[in-house]
């Protein structure tokens, strides 16, 4: 089945920083979207983004499906980015497969 | 609209307990599925349905039945609990197979532990 590998595994920045979240897949696929899971535990719907580039204020994604690989860019981080972020891709039926994710930690 | 809703948040289980995770979502979506999440780890999918009456295994199905009588509804039973079932219980709505358009969208979760 197809893979999913999401980097950096943690990510830890001051309050301010920029960030990038990188996530490569290992097939070609339908749908791509990018989840924040929060201290609580609630998944977040940030992009629906099979191609292409998309912004919601801070966050911005990219989707290269050629190249097989998405980025979510996170700039002027606040405490409340602090979570996980979790990369989901599928290939048709919309069965989802997760990354692994990446845990940022947003220090004031 | 509520989005997708599910019951309970919280529930401790015996080993060899049955119980119903309940999951219901009123935005008429045709598909539904449930997921489990270990620690550390992401989201596994475990059944999903493209419809009332249709129900498929996903990555994950071994000690969960499920079943779709109705659109709205979609609960996950498990026989006979085992401690290796202790993880936190997503389920998921889309709109269906809509290939322009089929983002999915993820109740608040129930956490299980089975001791």
């Known amino acids: 089945g197809i893979q999913v590998e999401q980097s950096p595994p943690d990510l830890i920045l001051q309050e301010g920083a920029n960030s990038t979240l990188r996530c490569n897949f290992s097939d070609s696929v339908n749908n791509l979207q990018w989840f924040h899971q929060n201290p609580w535990g609630q998944l977040i719907n940030l992009f629906y983004i099979p191609s292409g580039t998309k912004q919601n204020g801070r966050l911005s994604a990219t989707t290269v499906a050629t190249e097989r690989y998405s980025l979510l860019y996170i700039s002027s981080s606040q405490t409340t980015d602090s979570g996980v972020y979790f990369c989901?891709?599928?290939?048709?039926?919309?069965?989802?497969?997760f990354g692994q994710g990446t845990r940022l930690t947003i220090n004031p | 609209n509520a989005g997708v809703t599910q019951t309970p948040k919280f529930q401790v289980l015996k080993t060899g307990q049955s119980m119903t995770l309940q999951c219901a979502q009123d935005?008429?979506?045709?598909?539904m599925s449930w997921y489990r999440q270990d620690p550390g780890m992401g989201l596994r999918l475990i059944h999903y349905s493209v419809g009332a009456g249709i129900t498929d295994q996903g990555e994950v199905p071994n000690g969960y039945n499920v079943s779709r009588s109705t659109t709205e509804d979609f609960p996950l039973r498990l026989l006979s609990a085992a401690p290796s079932q202790t993880s936190v219980y997503f389920c998921a709505s889309s709109s269906g197979f809509v290939r322009s358009y089929n983002e999915q969208f993820f109740g608040p979760g129930t956490r299980l532990t089975v001791l």
């Open positions: 989901a891709v599928d290939q048709g039926a919309q069965k989802l497969v």
């Open positions: 935005m008429n979506h045709e598909y």
